[in-house]
Nanobody, 116 residues
Framework: QVQLVESGGGLVQAGGSLRLSCAAS????????MGWYRQAPGKQRELVAT???????NYAVSVKGRFTISRGDARNTVYLQMNSLKPEDTAIYYC??????????WGQGTQVTVSS
C-alpha cells in the first residue's frame, strides 16, 4: 500500500523559513507529478507547487519567489523550501503524488504556523 509521509512543519515567526519533506513508501512505480497543496481554516485546499519527473515546476502566484519545490535523489521524494514566510502561509500542507496509471495519493498533512 502506498503511503506519503510528510515532515518538517512547525511554528515559525514571520520572515522565517521551513523545509517540508515528503517520501512515498510502498510504491514500486514512479510518480509522474509530485507537489504540495495547503488548506487554511475555513478555506478550500489550494495548490502551492508541483514538479514533474523532468523537473518542470509550477507555483501559486502567492508563493512564487519565496518557495522552492525540488525532488530528492531518492525515488518519489519531494521537498518544499519555504522562505520569507508570512502569517497568511499558515495552513495544513499536504503532499500529493500522481501516476498516470496508478492514480493519485495524498499525505496526512503537516501543520505550518507563521506568527506575526
Amino acid at each position: 500500500q502506498v503511503q506519503l509521509v510528510e515532515s518538517g512543519g512547525g511554528l515559525v515567526q514571520a520572515g522565517g523559513s521551513l523545509r517540508l519533506s515528503c517520501a512515498a513508501s510502498g510504491s514500486i512505480f514512479r510518480f509522474n507529478l509530485m507537489g504540495w497543496y495547503r488548506q487554511a481554516p475555513g478555506k478550500q485546499r489550494e495548490l502551492v507547487a508541483t514538479i514533474t519527473t523532468g523537473g518542470g515546476t509550477n507555483y501559486a502566484v502567492s508563493v512564487k519567489g519565496r518557495f522552492t519545490i525540488s525532488r530528492g535523489d531518492a525515488r518519489n521524494t519531494v521537498y518544499l523550501q519555504m522562505n520569507s514566510l508570512k502569517p497568511e502561509d499558515t495552513a495544513i500542507y499536504y503532499c500529493n503524488a500522481q501516476n498516470a496509471v496508478h492514480g493519485e495519493y495524498w499525505g496526512q498533512g503537516t501543520q505550518v504556523t507563521v506568527s506575526s
